[in-house]
């Protein structure tokens, strides 16, 4: 069946779905449709036109020469591979698909990369290898299964990665040559459900570092032995549950670093002996009070770099990697980090990094000579802001605000990023709830919201609810089970805070987010209809139990280990009691649901089926589905229609004051 007509076919039972008597349109060429939805106004399209064309800019690898780095950016309608050669130089495109470039690896020794790109946001995406030199690429992955988590052998011969090829469920781990494809090799099949990645070759590419995936709560490090295919556990531990992330091996000192919170409230980088697996490791990073993010070994093995996430910023450190020591690189600027790697001569250091007022862009920094130091800072790209002021745009203030329970007898704190516009209030108020459950906002620069502070003269008001990662393991794990609805309650004690401060309209708020973000945002609609005026709730969950039951198979058993497990008839009571599906009678506000058709995660289903209960009781409802897009809108022109519908929205339903 070609796409087109596969396109046709899906919107022919899109159409059906919808009813006869439904109000809808259809964009894009066919794939974005919209239900009961009026016509955006041209002049919001046009007040819109300058944030929706802000780029950014995000190091991905150095290229062959050593001098040049590659970035991902978008010029068209979806992000691609570019190559800059200078700072500030230009940025020449190197791939020109219609789907956005996934992740990208150098292979050692060569100017080929390979890349990953799936197709209509379906995440199953395919392995390929490009030819920068005549810009050549060709698949070398089976063009079916779900691929990803790439690592190149040091010689350049092979790569690992995981697949589903073998049963379209289990995340196996395999080898192939990319000049012959067809040696692909599995080395580590996986049980059904289980996760598992690759993190290293050694020097010499008979061992790989593993790691195995259960929850944000657990994992384990594992060596496997490439020529007996023998996995010996390094790093688990059989009666609590920890993190252990391998990061990369330590030929100088014969050992592996990893990430683990065994040890601590907080994930601390640490070193082991690979000769005495048995002892305790060296905990690296122990006098700093705050969660290690992520780390990487220069060529030679005699430098490393790491970067800690504090509150939510980023700090950037340097490491001695024969003795062990690390200092703090100075100059950084105040935001969040993304990328970062070592050129071959290990005398520069590429970065992204991402202010309040700055998109990602890439700076380049100046190694010298002692391990420790570092020179200047250079910017390499300066991506464009649709011609704004940055200087205009809000930076946010980071606050924590009291809960329903207590921690030593004092109120738990919530900790939350509020950003508020420049005039006078009160203003209206946006609550922007991430995802995960298990991610975290950071005071990175958000378009949207800077966008809506401007144009609608909101405040934006971004928890970090309990199960948060960032603050602690026991932070993390507080909403697991039968405790997810605390971290709903951590949205009432918001709206209490929010009526408490002059400057904040507690009659005019809203609750925005995506994902498990949209789960949280149909919740607050159940239990908070009267403290709110509308609702925008993206590729959310409207029913625990329809949602693991229809997920994607290689995902299904990670999701149980955080929401619980449907098929045991306590907890499929408690999901089923919960889900906001179940008490759509209680939500009396206007819904915004936007939905991707090929989403792996949160399926379609879990969209339509809210909608319908809304229209049901003729509650005011708005829905747009991409028939092209995921888990997530990546193709600009979706983005742009969202976008606008989300402002008509509120200008609608959130910043009209009562007569």
């Given at each position: ?25 259809v ?5 974005l ?16 036109n ?6 950014s ?5 150095w290229a ?24 500030g ?15 990208v ?9 390979s890349?990953?790109m ?25 063009g ?38 067809e ?23 008979s061992?790989v570092l ?8 657990q ?34 000192n ?13 994930s ?16 690296v990073?122990?006098?700093?009070p ?13 430098r ?66 002692n ?8 910017r ?6 649709g ?23 004092q109120?738990?704190?919530i900790?939350?990023?509020v ?6 209030g009160?203003?209206?108020v946006?609550i922007?709830i991430?995802?995960?459950?298990e ?22 008001v971004?928890?970090?609810v ?7 393991k026991?932070?993390l ?5 039968f405790?997810?609805?605390d971290?709903?309650?951590?949205i009432?004690a ?22 498990y973000?949209g ?8 239990y ?27 995902r ?15 907890m499929?009571e408690?999901?089923?009691?919960i ?9 009396n ?9 090929n ?32 888990h ?28």
């Amino acid at each position: 069946m070609s796409s087109s007509t596969a396109k046709i076919l899906s919107l022919l039972l899109l159409i059906f779905a919808f009813g006869a008597d439904s109000k809808q349109v259809v964009l894009n060429n066919g794939n974005l449709v919209m239900k009961n939805m009026p016509e955006i106004p041209a002049q919001i399209k046009a007040e819109l036109n300058r944030y929706q064309n802000i780029r950014s800019a995000s190091f991905v690898e150095w290229a062959e020469d050593d001098e040049s780095i590659y970035i991902r950016t978008r010029f068209g309608d979806v992000s691609q591979l570019h190559r800059v050669s200078q700072a500030g130089g230009t940025r020449y495109q190197m791939t020109f698909f219609k789907e956005p470039i996934g992740s990208v690896n150098k292979k050692p020794g060569s100017a080929a990369l390979s890349f990953t790109m799936d197709a209509g946001g379906s995440e199953f995406s395919q392995i390929f290898v490009l030819d920068p030199m005549t810009g050549e690429s060709r698949m070398i992955s089976d063009g079916e299964s779900r691929n990803g988590q790439i690592v190149w052998n040091n010689s350049g011969s092979a790569l690992a990665f995981q697949s589903t090829r073998r049963n379209g469920a289990s995340n196996d781990l395999w080898i192939i040559q990319p000049d012959n494809p067809e040696t692909a090799d599995m080395i580590l099949p996986s049980p059904d459900g289980s996760w598992w990645g690759v993190a290293d070759f050694n020097a010499d590419d008979s061992q790989v570092l593993v790691m195995n995936y259960v929850s944000a709560n657990q994992s384990s490090t594992y060596l496997l032995n490439l020529a007996d295919k023998k996995l010996t556990p390094l790093v688990h531990t059989k009666d609590s549950k920890s993190t252990n992330l391998p990061i990369a091996f330590d030929d100088i000192n014969h050992g592996f670093f990893y990430i683990t919170d065994q040890y601590s409230e907080f994930s601390q980088l640490a070193w082991q002996s690979l000769d005495q697996t048995a002892q305790k490791p060296t905990i690296v990073t122990a006098d700093i009070p705050w969660d290690i993010n992520d780390m990487v070994i220069s060529k030679d093995g005699l430098r490393g770099a790491f970067s800690s996430n504090e509150n939510g910023r980023s700090e950037l450190y340097l490491m001695d990697i024969k003795q062990l020591k690390y200092q703090k690189v100075a100059g950084i600027p105040l935001g969040v980090l993304g990328g970062f790697d070592f050129n071959q001569k290990v005398d520069k250091l590429a970065i992204t990094i991402n202010t309040a007022q700055t998109p990602s862009d890439v700076y380049v920094l100046d190694l010298k000579k002692n391990l420790l130091k570092s020179g200047d800072l250079t910017r390499w790209t300066f991506s464009e802001v649709g011609g704004l002021n940055t200087n205009e745009f809000v930076v946010p203030e980071m606050i924590s605000y009291p809960t329903f329970d207590q921690v030593n007898d004092q109120a738990r704190q919530i900790p939350a990023i509020v950003y508020k516009p420049k005039s006078p209030g009160p203003h209206p108020v946006v609550i922007a709830i991430h995802g995960g459950p298990e991610g975290q906002s950071k005071p990175w620069f958000s378009s949207t919201y800077q966008m809506w502070i401007k144009e609608l003269g909101v405040a934006v008001v971004i928890p970090n609810v309990r199960g948060s990662d960032g603050y602690g393991k026991s932070y993390l794990q507080m909403d697991n089970g039968f405790n997810r609805e605390d971290s709903v309650k951590d949205i009432g004690a918001l709206l209490e805070w929010i009526e408490k401060q002059n400057d904040l309209d507690q009659s005019r708020v809203a609750v925005y987010g995506g994902s498990y973000g949209g789960y949280m945002v149909l919740a607050s609609a159940v239990y908070y209809s009267d403290q709110l005026k509308a609702a925008v709730d993206i590729v959310g969950i409207s029913n625990f139990v329809t949602f693991l039951e229809n997920t994607q198979d290689y995902r299904r058993d990670l999701r149980r280990a955080e929401y619980g497990d449907e098929r045991i008839p306590a907890m499929r009571e408690h999901l089923n009691k919960i889900s906001p599906l179940n008490n759509v009678d209680k939500i009396n506000i206007p819904m915004f649901v936007v939905q991707g058709q090929n989403d792996p995660r949160v399926p379609v289903t879990e969209a339509d089926q809210i909608v319908a209960a809304l229209e049901a009781k003729q509650q005011t409802v708005w829905y747009m589905n991409a028939l092209n897009e995921g888990h997530g809108y990546r193709k600009k022109e979706n983005q742009d229609v969202y976008q606008q519908a989300v402002i008509l929205f509120f200008q609608q339903y959130l910043i009209p004051t009562a007569e």
